[in-house]
């Protein structure tokens, strides 16, 4: 351990209290490689860290002990890459981001059993395969499948060749099927094996694009269907009740409106536009919401650094313009309900994706971090041609608000904050916190270095336990908290929102990392230098800062106007935004 320049040099230790300290980092050192393995057991070494460091968190904090052993440091970085191997190979990180990465041919996991693992949605439109599915149902003879199972066994086990190939006949179809059979790596007791076939998945929605692309008729579009999926002219024909010369002529026809010469050009163009169709076009991708929640564009822009910057926005196109601060966890999106009321105040909701969430690039590495955030604001609202905003921030996120506003005199019109955290002063006030909450926020302050293994291993156990029971576990200390997420609205809003941090295929967590640490250094200065309006709404079932910890440190801030509603916690916005969005006319730009 390092201690500060202004603390007095301790005694030696006895050798009982050495011999104690030894155990308990070998105990810490064990959990690391446990978290590493398993994220699951993450809560076990929450509790033996918490053991280790609560003590040095035992008075000001300008006289604490900051966690810095080199011994520990060395363990966490051999742990980290046990936790990279966990996240490479884990269940959906692993062959499912491999069968997602496959989006127009049929393909599977299997382990050679009687059931497959997984799919991918072209298998399941070609041969009716479902996750779980049994093998026997795929399109082939006995025989066949028998013979598809022990090459499926022999590969996952590593018995022979890396790779096999089989040509089946389909009994559906009766054209041949090419399946390409490799090992992958993937957690659990039974090795698996990918397997990838010619048989080809058409999009409900390609046959417009096509239609478009070349200016084809619909029947036209049919054939191209028909040739691009393997079905011979006299099939496509017969499909169609039309005689083959006609088909024939059709087949000429295509050939010069798509300026290619064969069949096979013909499919090598079309699979390339296909290609082209699952790729967002200018930075621009919609989020899929379920439920009430409509769709919402992602728009890209260069900002400072030429780094990328996306936002989206919803609300009134032209109303007055709402700059919406997303939390550490990236929720960008409003319960449905409160979308739609957005719009009907004539609000223009502008919410910048933040460094490193979604796909905002990070900043560079040494870059103050909350000056980049507020710079990367600027920008944004620099591009939409937008002068002023008023500003609603969450949690931490206050002092980008703040910091935006001191970079931008005019710019902020003025701030709500909801369930904002202010610069602690006390160890105390983090000892107030919940476990989980404490846990983060005390590590960024007192052991930074071991942070970015903490947060990995917290994103690797959100995905395994998924996002909501993740929330469940860390949250339940707030039982206003539990009760607003339970709201059907408030749910697809965090999960869908929070995509951009920890989605199917992204995880933000070093972007978390850092925004944790700027959080936890001081930055009081920006809240006494505030020049504009700010109107603080807490809650009084707040795990990480509770209402003891706000009202001491309303002293240092008179500048601020508090006001604790009841029975909300950390997510005040999403219960109570009707009220937040009637307080708001007063922060609006005139």
């Known amino acids: 351990m390092r201690k500060l320049s202004n603390m007095t040099e301790r005694p030696p230790k006895p050798q009982t209290a050495h011999f104690a300290e030894r155990e308990q980092k070998a105990e810490i050192v064990d959990r690391l490689y446990e978290v590493a393995l398993d994220p699951i057991r993450l809560e076990e070494l929450l509790e033996v860290w918490e053991g280790r460091a609560a003590p040095l ?4 904090l300008d006289h604490a002990v900051v966690l810095d052993d080199p011994e520990i440091d060395a363990h966490v970085s051999r742990a980290r890459v046990f936790l990279d191997r966990y996240e490479a190979t884990r269940e959906e990180g692993g062959y499912r981001l491999l069968l997602d990465d496959i989006p127009r041919s049929a393909a599977f996991v299997s ?9 991918n949605r072209p298998a399941q439109h070609a041969f009716g395969l479902s996750d779980g599915a049994a093998l026997t149902v795929l399109p082939f003879d006995a025989e066949d499948v028998d013979t598809l199972r022990a090459v499926i066994r022999k590969v996952a086990l590593g018995l022979g060749e890396q790779v096999a190939t089989l040509r089946i006949r389909s009994i559906t179809t009766g054209s041949p099927v090419i399946l390409r059979v490799s090992r992958i ?21 390609f046959s417009a694009t096509v239609q478009e692309a070349f200016g084809l008729t619909l029947a036209e579009v049919e054939i191209v269907r028909g040739i691009t999926l393997g079905m011979p002219l006299k099939d496509i024909a017969e499909h169609r009740c039309r005689s083959i010369e006609t088909v024939r ?6 050939l010069a409106k798509t300026e290619t010469h064969s069949q096979s050009e013909l499919v090598r163009v079309v699979l390339g536009l296909m290609d082209v169709s699952f790729i967002p076009t200018s930075g621009v991708r919609a989020v899929a919401g379920s439920g009430l929640l ?22 009134a196109p032209t109303g007055v313009p709402v700059l919406y601060m997303h939390l550490d966890y990236g929720l960008i999106r409003w319960p449905a309900e409160a979308e739609r009321q957005a719009g009907q105040r004539g609000l223009r909701i502008i919410v910048p994706v933040r460094a490193g969430y979604g796909r905002s690039d990070l900043h560079r590495r040494g870059t103050d971090h909350v000056q980049g955030v507020a710079e990367d604001y600027a920008a944004v609202l620099d591009h939409l041609d937008v002068a002023r905003a008023a500003v609603i921030a969450l949690g931490a996120d206050l002092r980008f608000a703040l910091a935006l506003a001191d970079l931008r005199p005019g710019m902020v019109s003025g701030v709500i904050g909801c369930a904002a955290q202010l610069p602690l002063r006390t ?23 071991v942070l970015p293994f903490l947060v990995q291993a917290g994103f690797s156990l959100a995905r395994k336990l998924g996002k909501e029971k993740f929330f469940a576990q860390v949250n339940g200390g707030s039982p206003a908290d539990m009760e607003t997420f339970a709201d059907p609205q408030v749910r697809e809003a965090m999960l869908a929102g929070s995509e951009i941090c920890l989605g199917t295929r992204l995880s933000a967590h070093e972007a978390f990392t850092r925004e944790c640490i700027s959080s936890e250094r001081d930055w009081s200065a920006l809240i006494r230098g505030c020049k504009v309006p700010v109107q603080l709404l807490q809650g009084d079932q707040d795990p990480q800062t509770p209402v003891q910890t706000i009202r001491e440190l309303m002293a240092d801030y008179p500048q601020l106007r508090v006001e604790f509603i009841p029975s909300t916690g950390q997510l005040l916005f999403f219960r109570e935004w009707r009220q937040i969005l009637d307080r708001l006319v007063e922060f609006l730009p005139r």
């Open 57 to 60: 968190r035992s008075g000001p």
């Open 111 to 119: 382990d050679g059993g009687p059931k497959i693992t997984a799919c």
């Open 185 to 205: 790596a993937a957690p659990g007791p039974h090795p698996l094996a990918l397997v990838i076939s010619t048989e080809l998945y058409w999009p409900e929605d």
């Open 249 to 254: 002529t059709q087949a000429r026809s295509i």
């Open 294 to 315: 409509r769709d919402v564009e992602f728009h890209q822009i260069r900002g400072p650094d030429r780094r990328k910057l996306e936002y989206i926005e919803f609300g």
């Open 427 to 449: 160890a105390a006030q983090y000892e107030r916190m919940d476990k989980w909450q404490r846990f983060i926020l005390a590590n960024a302050r007192y052991a930074p270095k």
